[in-house]
């Protein structure tokens, strides 16, 4: 299972810095808004903090592993999706000019309770461990 999520990690640590290129070059010039350039970047930077999470999730599964661990892993993956992927979307959704803003902009939160939810389930699988 913890090849699984370093491969996750992986595809997300890279996917990052394919993003946070895009952002720092590509979409200045589609926007100069300040607003939206931040969102995309706070996106780009918790989907790189979380992909590293989850990258030392599956590395310590092989000494800590658990039920606790594996739901750090999965939160942090849902995370990504739901808090960045959704950052994501309000960015294109903002330039566009898109009424679904409104409908996108609930998600970011969620995702950041699954980032938490991720923090504290993997603080219960290191305490449980035994010795």
């Not at 010039?29 to 969102?39: A, Q, R, Y």
């Not at 706070?42 to 903090?49: A, F, K, L, R």
Request: hydrophobic share 55%.
């Amino acid at each position: 299972m913890h090849k699984q999520y370093l491969v996750l990690a992986a595809v997300f640590g890279g996917l990052a810095v394919a993003l946070g290129a895009f952002g720092a070059h590509g979409l200045e010039n589609i926007t100069s808004d300040e607003k939206i350039l931040h969102g995309f970047q706070t996106g780009v930077q918790y989907q790189m903090y979380h992909a590293l999470a989850l990258l030392a999730t599956g590395i310590l599964t092989a000494n800590f592993y658990n039920q606790w661990m594996k739901w750090a892993a999965n939160c942090f993956i849902t995370g990504i999706i739901l808090f960045s992927g959704s950052l994501y979307l309000l960015t294109f959704l903002k330039i566009q000019g898109s009424t679904g803003v409104r409908f996108a902009g609930p998600v970011t939160p969620l995702g950041g309770l699954f980032f938490i939810a991720g923090w504290l389930f993997l603080l219960v699988a290191v305490l449980r461990k035994k010795g």
